[in-house]
């Protein structure tokens, strides 16, 4: 709620008798129509992603068109990965799947996400980011601002739940998560969504100290379930 007003005053801005916008504060109402929404969400000022975030909460089952047959994901996946082949020295790159999957990971992310070693060490394996973040303290030595990291990943994952139906693979790393980690738990609990294309991270990378890196997230027009994630390194000086 704004600081300053009450149930009432903020039903009646909204449009919706006092009654209704109680239950919908309670989730005693189901599926509110989009223009209820919409008008909350300007009354409460939320910004536009938790606009988008509460609009595909109330929506009935996922965003219609979320669902993507196998074959547009590959199609999408197939030219991400052309793209990063085109690349030059990145200091790390992967195809990050909406469910927080990174698919395939070559031995050069391998070497910085996992500086004490790698679970398998086979070429290209799938790696769960929320499992990597909350259940190996690895990755505590190599995002130099784990907190901040840990945020991001909850916050995609609050999204991606928001849009879709959670694949089993989701499922089983929130298990992990939940059962290995307090700050996973505290953080899940506070319900803030995260989209963001581009930032820095500053990564730990072995040999080298702290390395301060912008990364990309590019996707294809076809398919949002499955994006190229590229780290480079900053210009400094």
Known sequence: SLPGLRRE???WAAGVSTEHYTKLEQGGAAHPSASVVSSLSEVL?????????????????????????????THAEHIL???????????????????????GVAPATAGILFPDGAPDPGDG????????????????????????????????????LARSIPT????????TAWDNSSAFRYLWSRYEPY??????????????????????????????NVSLVVYTEAETG
């Not at 784990?146 to 991001?152: F, H, N």
Request: proline share 5%; charged share 20%.
């Open 168 to 175: 089993p693979q989701l499922l089983e790393a929130l298990r």
């Open 81 to 103: 990965r052309g793209l990063g082949n085109q690349l030059r020295d990145p200091v790390m790159l992967h195809v990050l799947t909406e469910d927080l999957t990174i698919r």
């Open 9 to 11: 005053e903020l039903a």
């Open 45 to 73: 000022q939320l910004s536009e992603l938790e606009s988008r975030y509460i609009q595909a909460l109330a929506t009935p089952g996922p965003e219609q068109g979320a669902e993507e047959d196998t074959a547009t994901v």
């Open 125 to 160: 394996f799938d790696l769960s980011l929320l499992t990597y973040i909350f259940a190996d303290p690895q990755s505590l030595q190599v995002y130099v601002d784990w907190s901040d990291k840990a945020r991001e990943v909850v916050g995609l994952t609050h999204l991606a």
């Open 195 to 224: 989209e963001k294309a581009y930032g820095s991270w500053r990564l730990q990378v072995e040999g080298r100290g702290i390395v301060v890196c912008n990364y990309t997230t590019f996707q294809v027009p076809s398919s949002r």
